[in-house]
């Protein structure tokens, strides 16, 4: 079954201090990737998205990803963290073909920052 | 250009009741979608609309839901009668294209008592 695995559900980072959210997807084939950013009061924001090509990708408010197939994995990352990164953040695939709008969410992880 | 706008924003009704959620899309979006994150767990896809449309709708619950898209703009999502499962948080999104860049909305927390 396809499925989306985030492994923590809650991360305490001081600020300035590197953070990397870890996400492992069941899938039959690639799919695309996407992490979202939820803050409080706040929809859901795409902070980057995996299609193809360059298997790390640069996204919003200095957050990266890299793809690893063989590991089945897609981990978020940031070299030094803000206390206004202090938010839930979600792990997604999305088919390629198909339904093109079923994208499957972990569970999410949800980032508190420590001054 | 605004975003993705839901209302109510929060709904508290009894069990038995019905609840209407509206979701207006980013001008111009013809795919809509709807999720919901039930409390402790994943987000999970309800239905997509292209126009008016119901492209998939794999996702629904069961025929106590009832989504709506009349001329393609705006959707609303029926629940009737509730139960007490039905509490969450429901979501739209929208995109102008099939995949790729679906913008939320901020949700609507629905708790059903």
């Known amino acids: 079954a396809q499925s989306v695995t985030q492994p923590d559900i809650h991360i305490t980072v001081s600020e300035g201090a590197s953070l990397e959210l870890r996400c492992n997807y069941s899938?039959?084939?690639?799919?695309?990737l996407f992490w979202y950013v939820q803050s409080p009061g706040q929809g859901l924001q795409l902070l980057l998205k995996y299609f193809s090509g360059d298997t790390l990708v640069q996204g919003i408010k200095g957050f990266e990803a890299e793809f690893k197939r063989s590991q089945s994995s897609f981990n978020l990352r940031k070299p030094s963290v803000h206390w206004s990164d202090a938010a839930e953040y979600f792990c997604a695939v999305g088919a390629r073909g198909g339904s093109q709008g079923n994208l499957i969410f972990g569970k999410g992880t949800k980032l508190s920052v420590k001054p | 250009e605004a975003g993705v706008t839901q209302f109510p924003s929060h709904s508290v009704i009894e069990k038995g009741q019905t609840v209407t959620l509206r979701c207006d899309p980013i001008s111009g979006h013809d795919n809509l979608y709807w999720y919901r994150r039930v409390m402790g767990k994943e987000i999970k896809f309800l239905l997509h609309f292209v126009k008016e449309s119901k492209q998939d709708e794999s996702g629904m619950p069961n025929n106590r839901f009832l989504a709506e898209r009349t001329g393609g703009t705006y959707s609303t999502l029926k629940v009737q009668p509730a139960e007490l499962e039905d509490s969450g948080v429901y979501f739209c999104a929208s995109s102008s294209l099939g995949l790729g860049e679906q913008y939320f909305g901020p949700g609507t927390r629905l708790t059903v008592t």
């Open positions: 899938y039959g084939a690639t799919p695309y």
